[in-house]
């Protein structure tokens, strides 16, 4: 069954230092999503690619974060520099063009930030 | 007051229990309603989704919305130790050419053998 790939599964880092996820979606999906989840939270969107082109980035922290799916396929999430306020799961998320209205969306397993 | 209030439990039931899961939300825009399971230290699985008002059963999952009272739930029969997640309802709406998904807090379930 295909999956969406995401890596690394867990990074610690120190504030200040720059951090890379990198993510896989699904053959086939256009749509790709960058989520973060805090401990004890639901997933709170971070950016939507249609594409290659960003359709929402309107909670992404830009001073610090920046994403790209440069051949609208695989996508980075870059944090520079991170704060202790960073510690979360990031996950990626990918759908076929139209289904995430439905929440057909098909997650990693995440990548777990922390942040000393 | 956010859109999506969510109890966090956790709520602990034994093996067979009915479980009865639910969300309330304060924007009536919202069209779709879906319930997804989250395993420790996984990404979120969606279960079912339901469109406007009404029921919607998946084998020993039963979703229900009533945008009436602005509250929907879903319902578990014969629970499994397997069954034992964390439980995240989400709600979309579209507009302007594109739609926002909102994620509650999240319900953690634990199912007693």
């Known amino acids: 069954e295909a999956e969406v790939a995401q890596s690394p599964r867990y990074k610690i880092t120190e504030k200040s230092q720059a951090v890379a996820f990198w993510c896989d979606p699904i053959?086939?999906?256009?749509?790709l999503y960058w989520y973060r989840q805090i401990l004890g939270q639901g997933p709170e969107l971070l950016v939507q690619f249609q594409d290659e082109s960003v359709v929402d980035d309107s909670q992404l922290p830009k001073d610090r974060f920046s994403a790209e799916r440069l051949k609208g396929v695989d996508s980075t999430l870059k944090i520079q520099p991170a704060e202790l306020g960073d510690s979360a799961m990031y996950l990626c998320?990918?759908?076929?063009?139209?289904?995430?209205?439905?929440?057909?969306?098909?997650f990693g397993e995440g990548s777990r930030l922390t942040v000393l | 007051q956010k859109e999506v209030e969510q109890d966090p439990g956790p709520l602990s039931v034994p093996e067979g229990a009915i479980v009865s899961l639910n969300c309330t939300y304060s924007?009536?825009?919202?069209?779709?309603f879906m319930w997804y399971r989250q395993y420790s230290r996984k990404g979120p699985e969606l279960l079912m989704y339901?469109?406007?008002?009404g029921n919607k059963e998946d084998g020993r999952f039963t979703a229900q919305v009533d945008k009436s009272s602005k509250y929907i739930s879903l319902f578990i029969r014969d629970s499994q130790p397997s069954d034992s997640a964390t439980y995240l309802c989400?709600?979309?709406?579209?507009?302007?050419?594109?739609?926002?998904?909102?994620f509650g807090k999240g319900t953690k379930l634990s199912v007693i053998p």
């Open positions: 053959s086939g999906h256009a749509t």
């Open positions: 989400a709600m979309s709406v579209s507009g302007a050419g594109s739609y926002q998904l909102t």
């Open positions: 924007n009536s825009a919202f069209q779709y």
């Open positions: 339901t469109y406007s008002s």
């Open positions: 998320a990918s759908s076929l063009s139209g289904q995430g209205i439905t929440g057909e969306l098909f």
